[in-house]
Nanobody
Framework: VQLQASGGGLVQAGGSLRLSCAAS????????MGWFRQAPGKEREFVGCISRTSGLTVYADSVKGRFVLARDDDRMTVYLQMSNLEPEDTAIYYCAAHDGWDLLTTAKEYKYWGQGTLVTVSS
């Protein structure tokens, strides 16, 4: 397993959660890391991604201002801090990676995927 997502759970609307995506050192270095989510009956959608080295980030409009990405290269982990959660954020969240430099926003462009972690936001 190269990507391991964790941190999901049940939270009330307005609450916060932090998801983690851990990777092996060999795998983590030099890859753009992204998060996607998939709600029941819906297609997988982009949440955000973070660049290889500079920490540049891109977010979906639906989470902008509420979610923050960060990467800790020493721990080989990418974090998705989610705040002010809404019931519409309920989904399985997946971390992903690709080999290029671009901050890509479509799932098909990511080659590597971790298992999902379920986030449930109650109203």
């Amino acid at each position: 397993v190269q990507l391991q997502a964790s941190g999901g759970g049940l939270v009330q609307a307005g609450g916060s959660l932090r998801l983690s995506c851990a990777a092996s050192q060999r795998f983590f270095s030099g890859r753009v890391m992204g998060w996607f989510r998939q709600a029941p009956g819906k297609e997988r959608e982009f949440v955000g991604c973070i660049s290889r080295t500079s920490g540049l980030t891109v977010y979906a409009d639906s989470v902008k201002g509420r979610f923050v990405l960060a990467r800790d290269d020493d721990r080989m982990t990418v974090y998705l801090q989610m705040s002010n959660l809404e019931p519409e954020d309920t989904a399985i969240y997946y971390c992903a990676a690709h080999d290029g430099w671009d901050l890509l926003t479509t799932a098909k462009e990511y080659k590597y995927w971790g298992q999902g972690t379920l986030v449930t936001v109650s109203s």
